[in-house]
Each structure stands twice: as structure tokens, then as C-alpha cells.
């Protein structure tokens, strides 16, 4: 593998690019090789990926905002604010930029509120990106929705192509319990406990991206079905279903849902993407350029030793420089495709 | 450990972490073994490097207190890629009351000073000879171990052992650091130095 910094990006970035058009791909979005994953795709924290690292792929982006056209009622806008600020994803402006856009569109009140959370960038950028990190040029006129949030963009024009989610398909499980269960944290629970033999309301909460008073309070009304049970463990209560029916009929009975946190996974790339642009920017000499590497990919490393989800998978190491990079890219490919 | 072409690196490094931090620049006087082999005085290895003292922006010597926060994280940050104890770079010769920046350096030390700039964030200034034989000479005393040896690989002149007794005395006026100094030279063989103090 190569050592150096750009050839690195080089390679990450058509790995992350051949990512979204997969995850999207496999949510709705027409014309790209669907993508299948181990696990449910998560729509919130890919929704903020794609605020970030997406601005490689105009093309992309805007298939995006085609499928949020016609999916984006299943999307948990309270959740998507509580992903973006608990895992500190940059893209917060231009979340509000596609919020402000979906709102004009009339397409349900909760992307007003979103519209307005984060400030617009100054002085204005370009949305997109080349291949090599310099700013698209936007030659003709500026959408004006994305200009009011501080990005230049052509306009807008849908291709209409996207399709409603694929429910059938496992990748789409946590749209399809939207579905059925409404937009809240029902969802996020069902698919907890579909995915884990039983669970408390504190690990539950914190996978989720939820408090643990909501999560708490409807894994009690839950149970007041009596599909789900609970035992008490030392302090606390463990919850699961209280037997395969409801998981039969939720994924099918031979199907082994699986778990992954992807607001983990997808904001370590999206740290990886932006801050190994930043550190090949600042042309560093050797030892301070491995240095900031480290610096970069300890804290991940750290995130990932603790991630259940993870431990069969052979970590990097942060000390290795460049190489620690291909390892953090080799993973990251492991985890997103399909065993 | 630290030889002087390990030592020449992490220094390296840790003018480069200072200037990724935007760090305040800072100027470091350095004694003990890090400054006895990046003069060449001794070819020996070292576990760490002592910061004695800052040089101000006016060149004027001042105490290592507090440490800033800014060089502990450079400090710290260096140590992980070089993996070095977390204590590599410190000011344990002029921490508190009875450090030696508090009681005292050698008299004119900082027109001594052997200086070598990494960047515009790190400079770093080691003591020479003449300072390490005062600063060896008290360590001698107090606590002795390799300090008697690096103090004897010097071979102090009567004169500059002579000068280094009187500085010591300074910092301790009782008659039995007087006895302790002139058993170790009469031990090293400065019998006429040791009658004479």
C-alpha cells in the first residue's frame, strides 16, 4: 500500500463514495448497484454522513434529497438532532440547508424546526467538492434556499426517480417498523431487541441515541402488551420479546437481524475524511504528520475497542501512520459490506 | 531512553506539536543528562529531560512554575508517538521551595547557555560544563549515585570545582552539607580543594 497521505484519500474516497451510492441505493435511490450490509441501515446518522462527506458527490447528494422527497416522513428529525450533536457530525449547516428545502416543499412541519438549528456558514462556500478537495464552481445561479445557509449550489432540479423504501428488504427493517410503529423510539427499541437476546433501558438508550427516561418509559408501555417481558438483573430490568413470534413476523423467521452502530462507524470516517484533508493541506514533515495521525485515530480506536459489535475484527494501530489509515479504510469496507 | 540523536528527534517533534497546538513559543534552559549529551560532554543515555528554567523574551532566567498547559500537552502528545514516559519532559530540578531555580543558579549561567532553535515555537538552551559541575556537585552531595560519576567524567579544574563548592554552599549553609562536600573531595582526589572550603 502506499505511503502517502493523498494516495490514501484517493482510495478512501472512492471507497466512501461507492458507500453512500450503496447505502442509498439500498434505501430507494434509482440507478446505482444496491448495496446489501449485515445490518439495518441506520437513515439518521447516513442522513448525516451524507451532510458531510456526500458534498464529494453532487450526483449523489442530490439523489438524497430526491428519496428524503419521498421517504423523509420516516426519518426521526429529533433523533437525526440527537445523532449530529451527541457524535459531533460537521454537517450541521447544510442539514439545516436540506431541512429549509423539505420544508418549502411542504413536506411536514418538523423540517421547519430543523431548518433553523444550525447557523448559516460565512463567508459562503461552495456545497460541492472536486476530486481534489478545491470547491465546485457554480457558474450559473445559486439555489436560493441553500444560499440563505451559506452554500452556492446550482438549483435544484429532481430527477423523481427514487422509490419508497424496500421494506422487505432487511436493510430498510428500521423504515419498515416506522412504518408500522409510527416515528419514535418504539422503532429504535424493536430493533434493539431484535438484534440482541434481551437489553436494559440504559444500554438501549444509549445505542439508540435516546434518553434514557424515553426509553425507559416506552419499554414500559411495551410491555404492557405482554409481547415483551422483563426480569430483574441487580438493578435494573431486562427486557426482550417474550417469544419469536413478533421477530418472526417483524424479519421472517430463518433471518438473523444483525446489529451495528453506524453513528459510531460513520462519524469516525467522516473525522478520518475531513482530518486527513486538514493534515495533507498543512504539508507536515514526517513525525508530525504520524503524530497527528495518531492524535486522529487513538480516540477512534478507543471508541472501537469498546463496541461489542466489533470485537471479532482486528483493530489498527494508531502508532503505524499511514498504514494505521489503510487499516482504519480496510475496516471500514469489512464492516459495510455484506459477510 | 535518550541518546543525543533520539533526543535531537523528539525535540523535533515537540516544537511541531506545539505549533499544531498554536501553542505559545516557549524557551527551555535544560540541565542533567539530556544537556550532558547534547554538548558531547558525556556519551551516555538518559531517561528524561530536565527543564531547570525558562528564558523570558527579555533572555532573563525565571522558574519552570507553573507548568504550562500548553507544553504538557505537546509533552504529552510527543510521548504517545515516541512511547515515552509521561514524565519525559519535567521540571523536577525547580518544581518548588527548595528547587534550584528558587534558591539560585550559577551566577552568569544564562551567558553560557547553549542554544538550539527547533522552529519558532521551541527553543532550547542547555547548560554548560562550567554550570553542569556547580549544579553535579550539589546533586553529588545530596543524592549521589551516578551524579558522583557524571561529576568525576567532567574533571573539574580545582578552580571550577573550587567555584561550584561555593555556589553549593549557598543553597545549604549548615556545617554538615560542608563535612558531606569535603568527604566527596577528598574521594575524587581534590584533597587541596576540599582544605580549602
Known sequence: MEQSLSAFRRVFRESLAQFLW?????????????????????????LAFTCSVGRMDARLFDEMLDWLAVNGRFMNVQRLRNVMRSFQFRGGP?????????AGKGKNLKWKQLADSWPAVTPPESLFLLEDDRPLPVVSECDPVFQRHGFLRNPIARRGLSLPFRSSEPVCLILRLRALFGVSARCEIMHYLLTHPAAHAHAIARETCYFQKTIHDTLN??????LLVSVRNGRQRLYRFRDNALPEALIGRNEQAEWLHWPTLLAAAERVWWTTAEIAAAELEP?????????????????????DWLSQKRLFDPRDGISALWGFASLFDEVTRQD | MFNDMKLDEVLGLLEGRLRRNRAKPVRLVICGGAALIATGLLVRTTRDVDVVAFLDCAGQLIPPVPWPEDLAQAASETAAHFDLPGDWLNNRPSRGEGGLAQLGLPEGIETRLHRIRYGAHLEVNYIDRLDQ????LYAAIDRGGYHVNDLAALAPTEEEL???VRWACTHDVSQAFRESVRALLERLGYGTVAQRV
Open chain 1, 94 to 102: 447544510v442539514l439545516s440547508a436540506v431541512a429549509a428545502w423539505l
Open chain 2, 133 to 136: 559541575i556547580h549544579l553535579k
Open chain 2, 162 to 164: 573550587e567555584q561550584a
Open chain 1, 22 to 46: 450503496r447505502s442509498w441505493s439500498a434505501l430507494g435511490v434509482a440507478g446505482h448497484e444496491r448495496g446489501t450490509f449485515r445490518g439495518a441501515l441506520d437513515p439518521e446518522a447516513l
Open chain 1, 287 to 307: 513525525a508530525l504528520e504520524a503524530s497527528e495521525i495518531a492524535l486522529l485515530l487513538e480516540p477512534i480506536r478507543r471508541q472501537f475497542l469498546e463496541a
Open chain 1, 221 to 226: 408501555e411495551l410491555a404492557c402488551s405482554g
